[in-house]
C-alpha cells in the first residue's frame, strides 16, 4: 500500500511537472518561434537570392481587391484571410513576378518594390537608420561647431532642398540655426508650416520669453535658468523647441546651455552603470500647476529621467529641478541614491555642454526630449530687454515631413 501510494504521488508530481511546462509554453512567444523557415517564396533580385514568407506576399498584394492604391492601404478581407496560404504557380517576369495563389487569386509584385523590403539584416538595418528614422550622432560640447549646422531662412521657405538639407541635419544632432529670418513675431510660422502645424500647450500656441517679474515660468526671469527639457510633466511631450532671437541683450550673459544627454547616457551607462540604472528604472512625478492667460492647469506625469526603448535606446529625456514635484513615488531607500545619480547627470551634462549665443535673426532649433538647454544670467533694463519667440513641433511631424522629402527628392524605386 505504502509503495502503490509512492508511486501515485510521484505520477502525479509528474503530471504537475508537464502541466507546467505546457502552461509556460503557451505563454512564451519565443515558443512560437520557428527555427526551420519553410514556407518562403526564394526570388533572384539582381544577382541576390532573396527570400518572402508566403504568409507576408499574401497579405501585402497589390491588387485592388487587397490594397487601395488612393489611400494606400490594405483593404483585405481579413475574416477570409488563410494564414497557410501556398503559391500553385509563380512566373518571374524582368521586372516582376507574378503569383498564382492556391485559392486562384493572382498577386503581382515589382522586383523593385520587394527588394527595398527584403528581409535582410542589412536591408532592414538601412531602411530603419534612413528612411524610417535617420540614426543620431551624438556628441560632446567639444564638438559643437562641427556638429551645429546653419541654414538661411529664405532657403528653407522656398527650395525643398533647403528644407531636407536642414531637417535631415537636425534630426542626426538634435540641434540646428535658422539664420536672417524676418524681423517679426510671425516669422517662425512659415518655417512651421512648411513642416507641419505647431505643438499647442497651456501656454499657447506660440510663447514669448523676456524677463517678466510676476512669472508664471522661471523661464521668464533673467537670472540664471539650469538646464532642462521643457514641459516634462507632458505625457505627449513637445519634441522639439525653436526659439527665434527677436532681441538679444548687450550684456554680458544671455549665452544658450545645450548639453546632448545622449552622449551623457552613454557614458553613465559605461562609467557610472549604478546611477545609470537608477535613472532609467526610477520614476520622478514632473509637474506643473498655475494659471497662464486666465487658463488654470495642474499637469502631472510620472516617467524616469531616462526612458528606454525595448533595445536600450534612448527615446526621451525628461529633466527639470523646477518642474520636478515633491512627491516621489518609489521607495524611501531609494531617495538618496537617486538624488545622487540625479545630481551626477546634471553635473555631466554640464561637463559636456556647449555655449552659445544667438543674435537678432537667428532660429534656434533643439530636440527638446534629447538635449537639455538652459541659459546665463544676463541684465534686463528699459534700454536693454533681451526677447524671443518659441514654438512647439512633434517629431512625428518632422520625421513625416523628411520622409515625404526623400521619396520627392530622392525618389527610389520600390518605396
Given amino acids: 500500500m505504502i509503495v502503490l501510494r509512492r508511486l501515485q504521488s510521484a505520477n502525479i508530481l509528474r503530471q504537475f511537472k508537464t502541466l507546467c511546462v505546457l502552461r509556460f509554453d503557451k505563454f512564451n512567444t519565443n515558443s512560437i518561434l520557428r527555427t526551420d523557415i519553410k514556407d518562403v517564396m526564394k526570388i533572384e533580385i539582381q544577382g541576390k537570392v532573396l527570400q518572402f514568407p508566403y504568409v507576408w506576399l499574401r497579405d501585402n498584394c497589390q491588387c485592388e481587391q487587397c490594397f487601395h492604391p488612393s489611400a494606400k492601404s490594405r483593404i483585405i478581407d481579413w475574416s477570409k484571410f488563410d494564414l497557410n496560404v501556398k503559391p500553385k504557380n509563380v512566373n518571374k517576369s524582368v ?75 537636425f534630426s542626426i544632432y538634435g540641434v540646428a540655426l535658422i539664420q ?152 524611501i531607500e531609494s531617495v538618496k541614491p537617486w538624488y545622487e545619480a540625479h545630481s551626477l547627470f546634471y553635473e555631466l551634462n554640464e561637463k559636456f555642454s556647449a555655449k552659445f549665443k544667438t543674435k537678432a535673426g537667428d532660429i534656434l532649433v533643439f530636440d527638446n526630449i534629447r538635449l537639455l538647454h538652459g541659459r546665463n544670467m544676463y541684465e534686463d533694463k528699459c534700454n536693454n530687454v533681451r526677447k524671443l519667440i518659441g514654438a512647439y513641433l512633434d517629431w512625428d511631424e518632422i520625421y513625416s515631413r523628411l520622409r515625404c522629402l526623400k521619396v520627392k527628392l530622392d525618389a527610389e524605386d520600390g518605396i
Fill in 95 to 169: 521586372h516582376s513576378v507574378q503569383v498564382t495563389w492556391d485559392d486562384g487569386h493572382i498577386s503581382e509584385f515589382k522586383l523593385s518594390w520587394l527588394k527595398f523590403r527584403n528581409f535582410t539584416k542589412e536591408s532592414q538595418e538601412n531602411y530603419t537608420n534612413t528612411l524610417y528614422k535617420p540614426a543620431k550622432v551624438t556628441w560632446h560640447g567639444y564638438d559643437f561647431n562641427k556638429v551645429f549646422s546653419k541654414h538661411d531662412y529664405s532657403k528653407i521657405i522656398n527650395s525643398d532642398n533647403a528644407l531636407y538639407d536642414w531637417l535631415l541635419k
Fill in 180 to 331: 536672417n529670418t524676418p524681423d517679426s513675431e510671425t516669422a517662425v510660422d512659415s518655417i512651421v508650416k512648411r513642416i507641419g502645424f505647431t505643438k499647442k500647450t497651456h501656454y499657447g500656441e506660440k510663447f514669448i520669453v523676456q524677463h517678466v517679474a510676476n512669472t508664471s515660468n522661471v523661464a521668464y526671469l533673467s537670472n540664471n535658468l539650469q538646464m532642462h527639457t521643457d514641459l516634462p510633466y507632458y505625457e505627449y511631450c513637445p519634441g522639439v523647441n525653436l526659439l527665434h532671437c527677436l532681441v538679444q541683450t548687450v550684456s554680458k550673459g544671455g549665452e544658450n546651455l545645450l548639453s546632448d544627454c545622449h552622449y551623457t547616457v552613454a557614458y553613465m551607462k559605461e562609467k557610472h552603470p549604478k546611477e545609470y540604472k537608477l535613472l532609467t528604472e526610477t520614476e520622478v512625478e514632473w509637474s506643473d500647476v498655475g494659471c497662464e492667460n486666465g487658463n488654470e492647469f495642474y499637469k502631472l506625469y510620472r516617467s524616469p529621467v531616462i526612458c528606454l526603448d525595448k533595445h536600450g535606446q534612448v527615446i526621451r529625456i525628461n529633466f527639470s529641478i523646477p518642474q520636478r514635484g515633491a512627491h516621489f513615488p518609489g521607495p
